[in-house]
């Protein structure tokens, strides 16, 4: 079984800052890409940002230049550093990897829970 595990999602005012992380544990032997999706009320799901294990990296336009993505390998972990936020990120947030088990036959596609994010005066 694995698990994604989101955290640091909260309310925070226009402007704010907000650094989402999300865990991946269970059986793993290795994870290849990994991302973050948002969704708001009456919106599709849409991608926020992704990076391979490489640290190659892919940004939704709306959040370029504001959001950072990156991983640490060693941890399985991914995370999102959100700056300048606008009342237009308000959405749950999910993360997202490819992982592949220790039998190395194949690659699954795993969702974490979802974090809320709020960003209102």
């Known amino acids: 079984q694995v698990q994604l595990v989101e955290s640091g999602g909260g309310l925070v005012q226009p402007g704010g800052s907000l650094r989402l992380s999300c865990a991946a544990s269970?059986?793993?032997?290795?994870?290849?890409?990994m991302g973050w999706y948002r969704q708001a009320p009456g919106k599709q799901r849409e991608l926020v940002a992704e990076?391979?294990?490489?640290?190659?990296?892919n940004y939704a336009d709306s959040v370029k230049g504001r959001f950072t993505i990156s991983r640490d390998n060693a941890k399985n972990t991914v995370y999102l550093q959100m700056n300048s936020l606008k009342p237009e990120d308000t959405a749950v947030y999910y993360c997202?990897?490819?992982?592949?088990?220790?039998?190395?036959?194949?690659?699954?596609?795993?969702w974490g829970q979802g974090t809320q994010v709020a960003v209102s005066s």
């Open positions: 990076i391979t294990s490489g640290g190659n990296t």
């Open positions: 997202k990897a490819y992982v592949v088990p220790p039998d190395y036959s194949t690659v699954f596609q795993y």
């Open positions: 269970g059986s793993i032997f290795s994870i290849n890409t």
